[in-house]
T-cell receptor
Framework: AQRVTQPEKLLSVFKGAPVELKCNYS??????LFWYVQYSRQRLQLLLR??SRESIKGFTADLNKGETSFHLKKPFAQEEDSAMYYC????????????FGQGTRLTINP | DGGITQSPKYLFRKEGQNVTLSCEQN?????MYWYRQDPGQGLRLIYY???????QKGDIAEGYSVSREKKESFPLTVTSAQKNPTAFYLC??????????????FGDGTRLSIL
């Protein structure tokens, strides 16, 4: 069965420190993975997807198929990065579907 | 202004009452989804629809019903059979295709509470 695990419910780091939000997945096929973010009082929105291999707001995420991980990283955290982050796996079961991790609430301390 | 509109923002339900949550999109997306968000549990799929007049059950469909009579609209009814309806409900939409990398676009959500 498809599963996404985010082991940290809460993560707190100081401004300027590196950030890593962990995501592990379980899927027998070729995965398509996303990170979604929800800032305070805003709707859930796409942050980045692994297929794009891009850096968004300084964040990157590398798919490691050997470790079945898709950790989100940023070298220097900023206060505006405080938000709820969800890792999601896309798979096809009839339609394209997403399965989400439980989410990690990131707090950047000044 | 393109996007997904959910209404109402807050909704209260009495015991034994059915309530309907509205979701409208003007993104011309074929696929639409309903999720339930509970603290510490992430998002769980209730129902989804790939095309007008067709919809499928998600992982937690019991106690819910949907319709897809128009491409733009995908209302969710929370029936009295849903024993624990208090939650935050999110609607999403996406394009469809053979790939798996189409992102989903989300509405602002509806918070449903029981009186």
């Amino acid at each position: 069965a498809q599963r996404v695990t985010q082991p940290e419910k809460l993560l707190s780091v100081f401004k300027g420190a590196p950030v890593e939000l962990k995501c592990n997945y379980s899927y027998s096929g070729s995965p398509e993975l996303f990170w979604y973010v929800q800032y305070s009082r805003q709707r859930l929105q796409l942050l980045l997807r692994h297929i794009s291999r891009e850096s968004i707001k300084g964040f990157t995420a590398d798919l490691n198929k050997g470790e079945t991980s898709f950790h989100l990283k940023k070298p220097f955290a900023q206060e505006e990065d405080s938000a709820m982050y969800y890792c999601a796996l896309s798979f096809r079961q009839g339609a394209q579907k997403l399965v989400f991790g439980q989410g990690t609430r990131l707090t950047i301390n000044p | 202004d393109g996007g997904i509109t959910q209404s109402p923002k807050y909704l209260f339900r009495k015991e034994g009452q059915n309530v309907t949550l509205s979701c409208e999109q003007n993104l011309n997306h074929d696929a639409m989804y309903w999720y339930r968000q509970d603290p510490g549990q992430g998002l769980r799929l209730i129902y989804y629809s790939q095309i007008v007049n067709d919809f499928q059950k998600g992982d937690i469909a019991e106690g819910y019903s949907v319709s897809r009579e128009k491409k733009e609209s995908f209302p969710l009814t929370v029936t009295s059979a849903q024993k624990n309806p208090t939650a935050f409900y999110l609607c999403a939409s996406s394009t469809t295709g053979t790939g798996l990398n189409q992102p989903q676009h989300f509405g602002d959500g509806t918070r449903l509470s029981i009186l």
